[in-house]
Every structure is written in structure tokens, then in C-alpha cells.
Nanobody, 115 residues
């Protein structure tokens, strides 16, 4: 089992920045990929940024150049979000996948971009 706990969400004005953190615990040695997803009201869950099992990074086109994903091995993953705009408003979820293709999710953290 893997447990994921997010933190760092909140209310920010357009153009502002936030940093999300996700701490992993449990069988972290089994994690091969980690990342962030988000779900806006009335929209489907979408990938924001992730580390693949090969160590490369993926970003949604809408956040390239503004968001940066980083990690502390399999212990934690972070999402630095700059130049936020109202379209970034969503619940952000931390995700981890193990080598046996088990998927784990955090509880979600709300990010609201509004003036």
C-alpha cells in the first residue's frame, strides 16, 4: 500500500504562484511513476505533469513553460505553478503507480485562481 498526502493548495490571484507538495509513505520502494492530475468543475480528470517510469517528464500543453514538476526520489513530488490563470482552477491530485500497475491517489487539494 502507498499513501499520498497533498498540501499547498489555496486561493491565488491571476499571475500568482503556488507550490504543491505530495508526500508518499508506505511501500514507496514499489513506486515507478508519480505525477499530478487535476479536475476542474464539469470537466474530466486530466494529466498535468508526471515523471514516467523511465524518469522523463510529461506536461500538459496548457501548463508547459509555467509549471515545473520535481521530486525527492519516491518520497515526495512537487508542482511549482507560476503565471496561474483562472483556467488552472481545479482540484489537484497526486498520483503514484507501482511496478505492478497499482494506482494510488491522494485526497486532492483545491487550487482557485481568482481576483
Amino acid at each position: 500500500q502507498v499513501q499520498l498526502v497533498e498540501s499547498g493548495g489555496g486561493l491565488v490571484q491571476p499571475g500568482g504562484s503556488l507550490r504543491l507538495s505530495c508526500a508518499a509513505s508506505g511501500l514507496i520502494g514499489s513506486i515507478v511513476a508519480m505525477g499530478w492530475y487535476r479536475q476542474a468543475p464539469g470537466k474530466e480528470l486530466e494529466l498535468v505533469a508526471s515523471f514516467t517510469s523511465g524518469g522523463t517528464t510529461n506536461y500538459a500543453d496548457s501548463v508547459k513553460g509555467r509549471f515545473t514538476i520535481s521530486r525527492d526520489n519516491a518520497k515526495a513530488v512537487y508542482l511549482q505553478m507560476n503565471s496561474l490563470n483562472p483556467e488552472d482552477t481545479a482540484v489537484y491530485y497526486c498520483h503514484a503507480r507501482t511496478g505492478t500497475w497499482h494506482n494510488y491517489w491522494g485526497q486532492g487539494t483545491q487550487v482557485t485562481v481568482s481576483s
